[in-house]
């Protein structure tokens, strides 16, 4: 017999793990699928933490989501008894025309958020921990900082759960399919049906969704946590989160947490697509090189001894925002895809909104940037 549900959410990291919270919280029966354990480290949300800035270049229309996601994310971590969101500043910095610094300042300007522009000396001087040239400047936004990208996940199931949501790991689906008004999904231990689909599969939604082969295609990545040599300049109340662009690159990194190493990631590390369910997990030393080089330049007092290295994934649209929508054949199917490496710290708000598309069709937050169709 198919067991019934009011919404089946498939894949429940960041994003499906937050849909599923907001299915719950409104009494809707809510079923979560999960490929892998829960959380787990095969897909984009793993290693410790993510990066919340406020300030955003990408858009200037991103900032009102970001709004509602810092809100969600304090209730979330008010509700579970534990830290989840930690403050350092944001630092957001590139050289003159190159876009990154003049998009986070336009978003500040439009959005009236608290900001300082300096230049790189200028920031050396304030936190040690950096050394950036003159011609770099430099976007302090003090709202930024990290969260806890495991632990936001448990949060969201542990909250699901209490409200009565039937939330399975170890358990792939194998077909899918939309009759009109209702769904039916297959996986490898049961059928089920329900009113309505979410699919928020990560680096895999591609398979479940063909339309997104070519718009959302995943791309290996690589972290490293490197021991510093003078500690006290990169723990979270001395050095900022960063989004910077020089010549190697666009870098991220964050202070020492969890792991004794100073984070650090490259934007599209060695620009290799790659099959989710082949992914080359271990790291080598050029992947090594690559971050080191650059935390050897602009952080010297972080490139100490290599402490930790992952292997992640992005999975990428053409434009780099978001698909957040209803499927293009199947208004009871809505999908979370392509984030592009900057997606984790919107899970708060993209599960209410998700939550919206599930039971109305329809959110009164601004998705029609990440419609599923503008690649066409």
Known sequence: ?????????????????????????????????????????????????????????????????????YELWRELQENAGEQLLHITAAIDAGPEGAGLFEGSLLSC???????????????????????????????????????LSERCIVASVVAAQQMGADIRAREPVVEWRSTGDRVRVKTTRGSYEAGSLVISAGAWASKLVPQLRASARPERQVLAWFQPRKLERYLPGSFPV???????????????????????????????????????RECTERDEEVLRSFTRRYMPDAAGPTMSM?????????????????????????????????????????????????????????????KVGRFK
């Open 1 to 69: 017999m198919k067991q019934t549900f009011d919404t089946i959410v498939i894949g429940i990291g960041g994003m499906g793990s937050a849909t599923a919270h907001h299915l719950a919280r409104r009494g809707q029966k809510v079923l979560g699928l999960e490929q892998f354990d829960i959380p787990h480290d095969r897909g984009s949300s793993h290693g410790i933490t993510r990066i919340i800035r406020l300030a955003y270049y990408e858009h200037p229309s991103y900032v009102p989501l970001l709004r509602r996601a």
């Open 109 to 147: 300007q439009e959005h009236n958020l608290p900001h300082e522009v300096m230049t790189g000396p200028e920031l050396s001087r304030r936190y040690p921990g950096y050394r950036l040239p003159p011609e770099i400047r430099v976007l302090l936004q003090p709202d930024g900082g990290f969260l």
């Open 242 to 280: 960063f989004n910077l662009l020089v010549e190697e690159g666009r870098y991220y990194g964050f202070p020492v947490y969890g792991v004794p190493g100073f984070k650090v990631g490259k934007y599209h590390h060695l620009e290799e697509q790659v099959d989710p369910d082949s992914l080359d």
């Open 310 to 370: 992952k292997a992640c994934m992005f999975t990428n649209t053409p434009d780099e925002h978001f698909v957040i929508d209803l499927h293009p054949e199947h208004r009871n199917v809505s999908i979370a895809a392509g984030f592009s490496g900057h997606g984790f710290k919107f899970c708060s708000v993209v599960g209410e909104i998700m939550a919206d598309l599930a039971t109305n069709r329809q959110t009164h937050h601004d998705i029609r940037m990440f």
